[in-house]
């Protein structure tokens, strides 16, 4: 049995610590998004291509570190990585601050990026490892709705404080700095150091050698490679949102510029009861997650669509709460609960590690191409236009890869 200090038994007060972790990091990715006109100006009449690629050197630096801080996590427990990863996400921001010139901003986007990078392994590893089996995906949702926080926070403190002139950009980014050395105080006191449960039951030899044998071909099984595939895909649409959205609002919807962060906010706040509505039917009926991640994701490409065509601003802001409803932040928890059923046991954080490392591959490549589309054709709903392809085309690979394994896997019992 687990003492009343054990990490089993203190998995509530890790959820609400990890929602926390991911406040302050989405409020430190969103805080540029509504105010690229300032920073244009700023650095001198910059390019979209260019604003676009801040967001793209920042994910650059945290793709990179995925699969690293996985291994390290493995081998050396939460706290030791973490906590390095925290002050160096916290100098990052301060290269930032300090930057006279893009390219300055860009090299403290990548110091950000690769410090938040040790995160989210140890977040869906707590998640996965400390919390009961038929609340891992609620757990993962709670967790998860800090992400729509911190995203509604960035977009609306960018868009009032720093859009209206209240304050300078460069004090946003110093009081997210600060936000982040708090978190890394709270980290280094309160999560745990290992990575496996106490008590968890002692695993047969033969178990323990099928685990430990395979190498990275164990991080490659058809059924896992399904889940890197359709993570990518709802990722490459929700970062093409959370980077573009309030500026296409602004420049091709006529929305004022004061109000695109609010709005754009809707799309996150609104993950919040979608995601714990749908995650406790995912804990609730787990034989049918399949079956929710395929129409979440067909749902959240039709609002995709329809958010971007030139219907009067009310119904565009529907359809931006009904994608928010539906989209990455509903989906992500279970995507994350299904493929935690089947992950190599000793291996947790290095498997979500890999996950993420190629769910978050898209997050470098759509804002600059987004970026890239608007300047060579005048609009960004081609950008749109890619990221719906991107999200059917995928869903429907991780459809036949996932059903064709369950049915082989029925058809040899």
């Known amino acids: ?42 650095f001198g009449g910059v390019s979209n291509t260019e604003l676009g690629a801040i967001s793209s050197f920042y994910f650059l630096g945290y793709v990179v570190m995925q699969i690293p801080s996985g291994l390290l996590v493995d081998r050396f427990g939460m706290r030791r990585v973490i906590v390095p990863g925290f002050l160096v996400f916290v100098a990052g921001v301060a290269v930032m601050a300090l930057s006279t010139a893009l390219p300055m901003l860009y090299v403290g986007s990548v110091i950000s990026g690769a410090g ?14 400390f919390v009961p089996r038929d609340k891992k995906s609620l757990a993962t949702a709670v967790v998860n709705s800090g992400t729509a926080i911190g995203s509604g926070a960035g977009l609306v403190s960018a868009s009032l404080l720093v859009g209206t002139h209240v304050i300078s950009w460069q004090t946003l980014v110093a009081c997210t700095g600060a936000l982040a050395l708090v978190m890394a105080a709270v980290f280094a006191r309160s999560l745990p150091g290992r990575t496996r449960r106490e008590g968890a039951t002692q695993r047969a030899p033969e178990q323990e050698g099928a685990e430990s044998g395979g190498g990275l071909r164990r991080l490659f099984q058809p059924k896992m490679v399904a889940a890197y595939i359709v993570y990518f895909s709802s990722l490459y649409a929700y970062y093409l949102i959370s980077t573009w959205l309030p500026n296409f609002l602004e420049t091709e919807r006529g929305f004022a510029g004061s109000f695109t962060g609010i709005v754009s906010s809707l799309v996150f706040f609104a993950g919040i009861p979608g995601a714990l509505v749908f995650s406790r039917l995912a804990d609730r009926r787990p034989e049918k997650k399949i079956a929710l991640i395929v129409v979440l994701q067909v749902a959240a490409a039709i609002m995709l669509f329809l958010m971007v065509q030139p219907f009067p601003q009310p119904l565009t802001v529907a359809f931006i709460v009904l994608y928010g409803l539906l989209g990455k932040l509903t989906v992500e928890p279970i995507i994350i609960s299904w493929l935690g059923d ?48 991107i999200v059917v085309a995928f869903t429907a690979a991780f459809l036949l890869i996932a059903r064709r394994k369950e049915g082989l896997r029925a058809a040899t019992r």
């Open 342 to 389: 089947f992950a190599p046991k000793d291996s947790v954080t290095t498997t979500f590690g890999v996950f993420n490392f190629f769910g978050m591959s898209a997050s470098v490549f759509a804002p600059a191409v987004t970026g890239s589309l608007t300047d060579s054709f005048g609009s960004g709903v081609y950008g749109y236009y890619l990221a719906i392809a």
């Open 1 to 42: 049995m687990p003492s009343p200090e054990s990490p089993a038994t203190n998995w509530k007060r890790y959820v609400v610590i990890l929602a926390l972790g991911w406040v302050v990091i989405w409020i430190s990715r969103m805080m540029f998004t509504p105010i690229y006109p300032v920073l244009s100006e700023y």
């Open 116 to 129: 938040c990078g040790t995160f989210y392994g140890i977040a869906y590893t707590i998640t996965n490892v």
